[in-house]
């Protein structure tokens, strides 16, 4: 019978690049962040006078001139625009209520804008070697990073990542990074041992 396969995360700091490399990925969350902030204020705005919300579709064809796309990797680019949307299930629905007055203010289901200068993580795809994907742009503006590797844990041999995501720490004064990774599910194990019964009867 086929063993069923499930997915597992691990996660550690990035601990072994130099300081000048340690830049690259604060400079990337950066611009993750950048795009993340255009791509959720396009997605929302028809929702003020329309109803729905922008199309992946239509707002990927007006972010992917922008400077900023440019600067990230096309992979990791379309991951940070692909987390907008499940962010916005509940805005038309909120801005609705609004326009009927009953709500006064945004609720917790609208999700705001990231800060100036902030980070949001990067989500990245691979299943072998890992080096940091940057974009031809980026490269061009920071030669001495386009070749900068990030070392996979020996525990992961033979695990096929699925994916690998760079967490931002301490306003990018550190990163972790988190692999997900398939592996066999194991059926549960009980740790039942042998015990001594009381007999409870009546004399």
């Known amino acids: 019978m086929k063993q069923k396969m499930q ?18 990925p604060k400079l990337l969350c950066q611009y993750s962040n950048n795009l993340y902030s255009k791509a959720l204020y396009q997605t929302r705005q028809p929702a003020f006078n ?46 609705g209520k609004m326009q009927e007055r009953r709500l006064q203010v945004f609720s917790s289901g609208n999700p705001t804008l990231p800060d100036k200068g902030g980070m949001v993580p990067l989500i990245l795809s691979t299943n072998g070697l890992f080096k940091l994907p940057v974009s031809r742009r980026f490269m061009q503006a920071h030669p001495d990073m386009s070749n900068i590797r990030i070392l996979v844990l020996d525990r992961l041999n033979g695990h096929h990542i699925k994916g690998i995501c760079i967490l931002p720490e301490r306003d990018g004064s550190c990163f972790k990074i988190q692999y997900v990774f398939e592996t066999q599910q194991q059926p549960p194990r009980f740790g039942c041992k042998p015990c001594r019964g009381n007999g409870l009867g009546s004399r």
């Open 50 to 95: 329309e109803g729905g919300l922008l199309s992946y579709e239509t707002n990927y064809h007006l972010c992917k001139t922008n400077d900023t796309y440019k600067m990230l990797q096309a992979g990791v680019a379309k991951h940070t625009m692909k987390v907008v949307a499940p962010s916005l299930r509940a805005f038309p629905c909120i801005i």
């Open 7 to 24: 997915y597992a995360t691990q996660t550690n700091y990035i601990r072994h690049l130099s300081a000048n490399h340690y830049r690259a």
